[in-house]
């Protein structure tokens, strides 16, 4: 009987912590399928008119688009390199590599906002200040780093001897890493994909920094549209942080077998 009370309570708490945390997710999703200015707990009804507004407005599909031009673009930039200094960093030994390895640690900390000045600056005299190509730029490099030093965590947790194996068979280092070392890694490169994927697509800051154009710009910019001087457009806004949400989540319930395997170091057979 105190089992059972002890496992109800353990369960009655684990419910209060999960309520608490979806509770700012489903107060949104109930205030975008409500009408304007409903702001009760219970709704005298649901409607779709804010999802049909935002739908009839072809400029947001461009933002769609640029933002998956964005997320792919970078993880296309980011992994190769980020592979090839992470395989570096965990076999082979130089002077500095430990200096290095923390610098991975340490960059990702450095505020954006503070160097947002030098960076448009520098990104105008490149000719790249406005474009789509900027932005992927400016994102890969601010999470290069910290997918370089996850990626060289996956691969040091892999048995030297079966590359030792390959290279004494005659592969080169490139071969033995894009041939032996990468299919062991493969749920770690997910969870590193997925983890670029969801920081580029949230990405607010340097594509309002590094653009003005409509043309240039990406959904997250969008949600600017539903506040404005005279008051927010509550029901517009959760509307558009509900379709926001949908792409990371189905990217992730689509690998999410992969990505767990990778965060907890197993492999997958």
Known sequence: MIKLI????WLLIYLVIGLISLFPLLWGLKTSLTPTYDYGILPEYFTLEHYKAIFQNEVLYKYFYNSIKVSFGSILIIIPLALVAAYGLSRFKFRGKNFISISFLILPLLPSSAILVPIVSYFNKLHLYNTIWGVI??????????????????????????????????LSSMGTLFRVTLPMIKPGLISVIIYIFINTWNNYTFSYA?????????????ILAFIGSWGTNWGGLTAMGI???IPPVLFFLLFQKSFIAGMFGESLK
């Open 6 to 9: 002890k496992n109800f309570g």
């Open 137 to 170: 730029i400016a994102v890969s490099v601010f999470n290069i780093s910290l997918s370089i030093w996850m990626l060289r965590n996956f691969i040091d947790n892999t048995p030297r001897a079966i590359e030792e194996a390959a290279l004494i068979d005659g």
């Open 210 to 222: 590094l653009t003005t154009s409509p043309d240039a710009r990406v959904l997250s910019q969008a």
């Open 243 to 245: 379709i926001m949400i």
